[in-house]
Structures are given as structure tokens and as C-alpha cells.
């Protein structure tokens, strides 16, 4: 259990495809552990391999408000679509920043458990959203490509607390 340095835009790393997992090892088991501790210690929604610079199909997200409920799909594959949703959507690789990115609003996902068996999972909303942005780190995306109008800065809790009292 570890947690990893997270690779940032302009890390060539992040612009690669990763390869499909063939074998859960236990250096895997270490990789997915180690992802999950580095999600929840920058306290994000989703994380995939390749933001630690491993170029592995994995992916770890949980978008649930306590935190406990890690959903980790090893080779996910999106299968169906359907509906369209615009929201500003931020990333660990891209510290400070937020953008308006257009995704839909279901998606079906195939992926493979620890066990290396194959699942389905359906997510709405923000599931689907982080599903589809996870899924294109694998493919060397980032969000900031799909972004439309400006890239901006998100400011801090601090800074809005300063910004209210001026
Ligand atoms: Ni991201």
C-alpha cells in the first residue's frame, strides 16, 4: 500500500495508450491497491493507471460521498450509450483546473474483476461521466481535449473564504 506520485499534463505518459491486462499477478494487486490509495488520498472521484505511469488498462473510481465504494475495472470497454450530458469536469493530471465537457448520459461498461471475470456495469450521470473520462485516459485522452469554451481555474475553498471577506 503506497501512494503514488500522480503524472500531470505535459507528461508524455499521459498521452499514451495502455495495454490490455493478460494476467491479475500480484504485482497487479499491488498497482490497484497503491491507485486506490492515491484516489482517496487526493480525495478525487477516479483514477487511472496510466496517472501513475503505469500503461496498464486499469481503472479505479468511486464517486460515492463517504468514499467506501471503490469500483475497480481491469480492460473496460464501453458498450452502449445513450443521452447527453454538459458539465465542468476536472482531473487529477490537470491540478487546479476545470472545464465543460459534453458526455453521455448512460453508459454500459464491460470490464474484468480482480478475479479476471468479466462484469457489466451501468452508470448515470456522474458514474457515467467518470467512466468515460477514465476511459479515455487508457486511450492517452484527457478531458481538456473535449473541452468546450475555456479551461479555467478552480479557485479554493480558501480563496473563496478570502474572496468573501473582501
Ligand atoms: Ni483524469
Known amino acids: 500500500m503506497a501512494i503514488r506520485n500522480i503524472r500531470e499534463i505535459g507528461d508524455s505518459v499521459l498521452t499514451k495508450v495502455s495495454r490490455e491486462v493478460k ?3 500480484k504485482r497487479l494487486l ?3 491497491d497503491d ?9 478525487g472521484v477516479g483514477l487511472a493507471a496510466p496517472q501513475i505511469g ?11 460521498e463517504e468514499g467506501n465504494d471503490p469500483i475497480i475495472l481491469i480492460n473496460p470497454e464501453i458498450i452502449a450509450t445513450d443521452g447527453c450530458q454538459v458539465g465542468d469536469e476536472g482531473c487529477l493530471s490537470v491540478p487546479g483546473k476545470v472545464g465543460t465537457v459534453e458526455r453521455p448520459n448512460y453508459v454500459k461498461v464491460k470490464a474484468y474483476d480482480k478475479d479476471m471475470k468479466e462484469f457489466t456495469i ?6 457515467a461521466r467518470a467512466l468515460c473520462h477514465e476511459i479515455d485516459h487508457l486511450n492517452g485522452i484527457l478531458y481538456v481535449e473535449k473541452v468546450t469554451g475555456d479551461i479555467r481555474d478552480v479557485m479554493s475553498s480558501e480563496e473563496v473564504d478570502e474572496a468573501n471577506e473582501e
Do not use: F
Not at 503505469?54 to 460515492?64: A, E, G, N, W
Open 30 to 32: 499491488v498497482l490497484i
Open 54 to 64: 503505469v500503461l496498464k488498462r486499469v481503472v479505479v473510481i468511486d464517486v460515492s
Open 23 to 25: 494476467e491479475v499477478d
Open 122 to 127: 451501468e452508470g448515470t450521470e456522474l458514474l
Open 35 to 43: 491507485m486506490l490509495d492515491t484516489l482517496y488520498h487526493a480525495e
